[in-house]
């Protein structure tokens, strides 16, 4: 028989549960529901149309692959910049090298509405306004700082050791990142991709100001979905389409985000 507290334990995780899943489960219901009025098809009534109207609407379907192209375009930029970044903090002193670390997380704290004016003059000065790449741009000034302190974190854990009997063999530093470093730290990698993909996928501040006319994101095709008369089927419809991205994000990556978590703590 269970002791009192494990019984406790298992309501908490319960109710857990059904704050957490509820919403979902009526989300993704809601998706298979004619909610307006439509020939054929009685307002209520279980149907696809609501996934049949996102493949034949351009704008969703753009969305769609603009989220995704600056999404995955941010976290490779942001990774790509960020591993020797925080090599180079992890591994070499120099004057004011803390107070520069320190100062690169201010950008990650800053609002971003405060820096949305700036950016956007010079953006559309260089023709990057209403595109995904300038998003995945803008991004990376708020994600790149988080990913040089997570990945910072990781490697200075690692021995200095590790890094001399891999040059001592014969490995240039490019070899010694690719086939020794990376590999040790793949659980900070994970973490970092992680919150660079969270962040650059629901942010909608500089979303909504840089995509007026052109390159909206999910996120900006289901706010313009809300109307006089809102087609709650077809928002429920896009919205489970921008959570997938997510789950599958975290499945790719759960070995290495539990594993990185536990480290990084």
């Not at 306004?129 to 200075?156: D, K, M, Q, R």
């Not at 706010?223 to 389409?241: E, H, I, K, P, Q």
Request: charged share 10%; with cysteine; proline share 5%.
């Amino acid at each position: 028989m269970r002791a009192p507290s494990s019984w406790g334990r298992i309501a908490l995780f319960a109710v857990i549960g059904a704050f957490i899943l509820v919403p979902l489960a009526q989300t993704i219901i809601t998706s298979f529901v004619s909610t307006l009025p439509r020939a054929g098809i009685a307002e209520g009534h279980f149907s696809l149309v609501n996934y049949q109207n996102i493949l034949h609407s351009a704008a969703l379907k753009d969305s769609i692959v603009n989220s995704i192209i600056y999404v995955v375009l941010n976290v490779a930029l942001c990774l790509g910049v960020g591993l020797p970044a925080a090599y180079g903090f992890a591994r070499y002193g120099f004057a004011g090298d803390r107070q520069l670390f320190f100062l690169l997380l201010v950008f990650r704290i800053t609002p971003t509405v405060v820096l949305s004016l700036p950016i956007f003059v010079l953006f559309a000065q260089i023709g990057l306004a209403n595109t995904p790449v300038g998003i995945a741009l803008v991004h990376c000034v708020f994600n790149i700082p988080i990913s040089i302190w997570i990945l910072e974190g990781f490697i200075s854990a690692v021995p200095r050791e590790f890094d001399e009997t891999a040059f001592l063999d014969g490995h240039s530093l490019p070899s010694f990142f690719f086939r020794h470093l990376i590999p040790a730290i793949a659980p900070g990698i994970g973490v970092a991709a992680f919150f660079c993909f969270v962040f650059s996928w629901v942010e909608v501040v500089l979303a909504r100001i840089l995509t007026t006319t052109g390159g909206k994101p999910i996120t900006m095709a289901i706010n313009g979905l809300f109307g006089f008369r809102t087609d709650f089927g077809l928002v429920m419809a896009m919205t489970v389409l921008a959570v997938l991205p997510g789950i599958a994000m975290i499945y790719f990556v759960r070995n290495h985000l539990a594993k990185g978590f536990v480290i990084r703590t």
